[in-house]
C-alpha cells in the first residue's frame, strides 16, 4: 500500500510538471511521455540487473507477438510462458517452498502484477488490434505497459483504451482544451486523493495494526472476536480509502495531462452482494477478470464438460476465477485463502439470487429484492463479509489462527 | 424468423421473461439484470443459438442491440 517516502515525492513532483509536458498533442507526444515513464522504471530499480530484468520481462511479449503474432495457436504457450515468469519474479512463497525454487533475484519489480495484465491483454487482442488498424509500434507498446500513472496500482488499461485515448481523433494537434470547471475538478480531485492516502487511511491503519498487534493479548473467544472485528472494521475502511484515494490522484493527475483513466470505484461497500461489490470495487479489475479468466473458462465448460448446465458452470467459473484473482493479491497462502473467500462469497450470491427467483416468481421477487429493509440488511451482510474477508490481505492471518 | 426475432427468443431465454421485446435501439440500461455476468452468459448463448463465435473485443464494444444484429448477421455471412 502507499507511504509516504522518497519515491512518493519523487511522484508527486512527477504529476505536477508531466502536464506541462503532455498536456499538447504534437508528435513528440508520445517520446515525451515513454521518457517519463522510462524515467520512473530508472528510478524504481535499485541495481543495473534490477532494471536489465525489467526491460525484458516488458519487451518479453512485444517481440513475441512481433516475430509470431500471426500464429493464433501460440498464443496459449506465450501466456503460460509469461504467468510462469509472473509466479518466479512476484516470488511467491508457496510455490518457491513446493517446488524448492532457487531465489536468484532479490528485487522485487515495481508494478509487476499490473506489467502481467497488460502483457496479456496486448497478446489476446494483438490480432485484432492489427485487423482494426491500430498502432502497434514499439513506443506505443511500451508507453502502454509502462504508463506511470498507472503502474502501481491501477487502475488496469486495456491497449485500445489507451491508444484511442491517447491519440484522440488523431487529427489534433497542439494544446488539448480544458474547461475552468475540468481544471478545478482534476486538482480537487489529486488533493482529495492525497487527503485520502495520506490522512485518512494512515491514521486508519495505525488502528488496524494496534488491534491486530493486541490480539495476542486477549484472553477469552469473546474478548478476542470482538477485538478481531474491531481490526477488521478499521483495516477494511483502510483499504477503501487507501486504494481509492490512489485512484483519485493517478485519475486527476492523469486528466491534466489531457489522459482519461476508467474509474476504479463507485461505492462498493453499498453493495447488496458479493457480485455487486466486485462491479463497484477495482471494476477495472472485475472487467479483466471476466475477460480473460471467467469468460473463456465459462465458454470451456459449457462447450464440453457442462453443457445445458448453466448454473453449475457458471459456479465453477465463478469461484475459479476469483480463488485466481485472490492469488494474484498477493503471494502468500493468506491471498489464497483471501481468493477462495471472494469465491465462495460469489457462489452463494448466484445461487441464492437464481434460486430465490425461482420460489418467489418475477413479481414477488422483484418486491423483495426492492424492499429497502432487505437491502440495508443485505448490505450490513455484504460489507460484513468483505471486512472478514480483507483481514487475508496485508496481515498475516492465517499465522494467528494456526498459531504459527 | 429474422435474426431480432430469435435474439430475443434468446434474451426471453437467458433473462428468463417472456415478457422481453428487444428492438434495435434497446441497451444493458434497458432489461432488468442485464449485468456484466449474464452478459458473458448471453453471449455464450448466442453463439450456441446462431452457430457462431465472437472474440471479446466485438462484444465489449457493443453500444445496443443493432450492433449485435450487425455482428450477429456479419458472422453469419462469413460463415
Same mark, same amino acid.
Given at each position: ?12 513532483c512527477?504529476? +505536477?510538471? %508531466? ?7 504534437s ?5 515525451? #511521455? ?11 530499480? *535499485?541495481s ?15 517481440? /513475441?507477438?512481433h ?33 524448492? &525454487? ?13 506489467f502481467?495484465?497488460?502483457? $496479456? ?20 507498446y &511500451?508507453?502502454? +505497459? ?6 502501481m496500482?491501477g487502475?488496469?488499461?486495456?491497449y ?14 497542439g ?11 482534476? $486538482?480537487?480531485?489529486v488533493i ?10 494512515? $491514521? ?5 495494526k494496534?488491534?491486530?498487534?493486541? &490480539?495476542?493479548? *486477549?484472553?477469552?473467544?469473546?474478548? %478476542?472476536?470482538? %477485538?478481531f472485528?474491531?481490526? %477488521? ?7 477503501? #480509502? @487507501? ?23 463507485n ?11 466486485? @462491479?463497484?470495487? *477495482?471494476? =477495472? ?6 475477460d480473460?479468466i471467467?469468460t473463456? #473458462?465459462?465458454?470451456? /465448460? ?7 448446465k ?7 467459473? &465463478? ?6 484473482a485472490?492469488i494474484?493479491?498477493? =503471494? ?13 462469497g ?6 441464492w439470487? =437464481? ?15 426492492? @424492499? ?7 448490505? $450490513?451482510? =455484504? ?19 494456526t498459531?504459527? | ?18 415478457d ?55 458472422k453469419?455471412?462469413?460463415?
Amino acid at each position: 500500500m502507499i507511504e509516504l517516502s522518497t519515491k512518493s515525492l519523487f511522484f508527486a513532483c512527477l504529476i +505536477i510538471v %508531466a502536464p506541462f509536458l503532455l498536456r499538447y498533442r504534437s508528435r513528440l507526444r508520445k517520446t515525451v #511521455f515513454l521518457a517519463l515513464n522510462v524515467l520512473v522504471i530508472t528510478a524504481a530499480s *535499485h541495481s543495473l540487473l534490477q532494471w536489465v530484468i525489467t526491460v525484458i520481462w516488458v519487451m518479453l511479449p512485444y517481440l /513475441l507477438m512481433h516475430f509470431w503474432g500471426s500464429r493464433e495457436k501460440l498464443k496459449p504457450f506465450m501466456i503460460a510462458g509469461i504467468v510462469v515468469i509472473y509466479v518466479y519474479l512476484a516470488k511467491y512463497g508457496f510455490v518457491f517452498s513446493l517446488l524448492h &525454487l532457487p531465489e536468484i533475484f532479490l528485487f522485487k519489480i515495481l508494478g509487476l502484477s499490473y506489467f502481467l495484465f497488460r502483457e $496479456i491483454d496486448y497478446i489476446m487482442q494483438y490480432k485484432s488490434l492489427k485487423e482494426e488498424g491500430y498502432s502497434l509500434g514499439c513506443i506505443d507498446y &511500451l508507453n502502454y +505497459i509502462l504508463d506511470f500513472y498507472t503502474l502501481m496500482a491501477g487502475p488496469i488499461l486495456r491497449y485500445r483504451e489507451f491508444v484511442d485515448d491517447f491519440y484522440g481523433s488523431g487529427e489534433e494537434t497542439g494544446f488539448i482544451p480544458i474547461t475552468k470547471k475540468e481544471l478545478l475538478d482534476d $486538482i480537487n480531485r489529486v488533493i482529495n486523493g492525497y487527503v485520502k492516502v495520506y490522512v485518512i487511511s494512515a $491514521i486508519l491503519d495505525s488502528w488496524a495494526k494496534y488491534w491486530f498487534d493486541g &490480539l495476542k493479548d *486477549h484472553d477469552g473467544f469473546l474478548k %478476542a472476536a470482538g %477485538a478481531f472485528c474491531i481490526f %477488521a472494521f478499521f483495516n477494511c475502511w483502510y483499504i477503501y #480509502f @487507501n486504494f481509492s484515494g490512489y485512484c483519485d490522484i493517478v485519475i486527476g493527475a492523469a486528466g491534466l495531462s489531457g489522459m482519461k483513466i476508467h474509474e476504479n470505484f463507485n461505492r462498493p461497500y453499498m453493495s447488496v452482494n458479493v457480485v455487486e461489490f466486485w @462491479n463497484r470495487h *477495482h471494476i =477495472t479489475l472485475s472487467e479483466w477478470i471476466r475477460d480473460y479468466i471467467f469468460t473463456p #473458462f465459462y465458454k470451456w /465448460l459449457l462447450s464440453v464438460p457442462l453443457k445445458k448446465k448453466i448454473l453449475l458452470a457458471q459456479c465453477i467459473s &465463478l469461484f475459479v476465477t476469483f480463488l485466481v484473482a485472490g492469488i494474484w493479491h498477493g =503471494t502468500t497462502m493468506d491471498y489464497v485463502m483471501y481468493g477462495l473467500f471472494q469465491g465462495l462469497g460469489i457462489v452463494v450470491a448466484t445461487l441464492w439470487k =437464481t434460486k430465490r427467483k425461482k420460489w418467489l416468481g418475477k413479481e414477488k421477487n422483484k418486491k423483495y429484492e426492492n @424492499n429497502p429493509v432487505v437491502i440495508t440488511v443485505a448490505r $450490513i451482510v =455484504t460489507w460484513g463479509y468483505i471486512c472478514l474477508t480483507f483481514t487475508f490481505t496485508g496481515y498475516p492471518v492465517m499465522s494467528l489462527f494456526t498459531g504459527r | 424468423m429474422s435474426t431480432l426475432e430469435r435474439l430475443q427468443e434468446v434474451f426471453r431465454d437467458v433473462f428468463d421473461d417472456e415478457d422481453i421485446v428487444i428492438s434495435n435501439e434497446t441497451t444493458a440500461d434497458d432489461i432488468e439484470g442485464w449485468d456484466s455476468l449474464t452478459h458473458v452468459v448471453l453471449i455464450v448463448a448466442v453463439q450456441d443459438e446462431f452457430d457462431i463465435k465472437f472474440s471479446i473485443a466485438e462484444t465489449n464494444t457493443l453500444k445496443n442491440i443493432g450492433d449485435f444484429i450487425k455482428l450477429i448477421d456479419n458472422k453469419i455471412q462469413g460463415k
